[in-house]
């Protein structure tokens, strides 16, 4: 685990160093990809690496504690799942719903009560996906 811990803080100070990198140089076109490539290449190679590592089993515990760890484990995974992905569908429909509700209210002030409702029900996929994590962690 401190060989994950040590290429972890590598490949962000990595991550660091070229993004100021880009910003300075002001790098466009196929650099950007290359670099955003190389960049989550790294960062999902450690990801798997990282969760088979963890999953593979530890000799220190018994047989029947690092089958219990290993359901824990797919627990916390499925909890920070749930609430990861809800943030971000919440993000884009947020997104899109606020910018539209400000265009139209900058049209038509009326329009303020219709468009709350709009962003408010976006927001409510966050909601939904904390209470599932709420319960996954409970039972």
Avoid: H, W
């Amino acid at each position: 685990m401190e060989f994950i811990l040590v290429v972890s803080i590598v490949l962000i100070a990595l991550t660091i160093a070229v993004g100021i990198k880009a910003v300075k140089n002001q790098i466009t076109g196929k650099k950007v990809k290359t670099f955003l490539g190389l960049n989550m290449l790294s960062f999902f190679g450690l990801l798997i690496g990282a969760t088979i590592m963890l999953f593979s089993g530890s000799p220190v515990f018994a047989a029947g504690e690092a089958a219990a760890a290993s359901v824990d484990g797919l627990r916390f995974i499925g909890a920070g799942l749930s609430t990861g992905l809800s943030c971000i569908g919440t993000g884009i429909a947020v997104a899109s719903s606020a910018s539209a509700a400000i265009g139209a209210i900058s049209e038509d002030s009326s329009l303020l009560g219709k468009t709350v409702i709009f962003v408010g029900l976006a927001e409510g996929i966050a909601i939904y996906g904390l209470i599932i994590s709420i319960m996954i962690l409970s039972a």
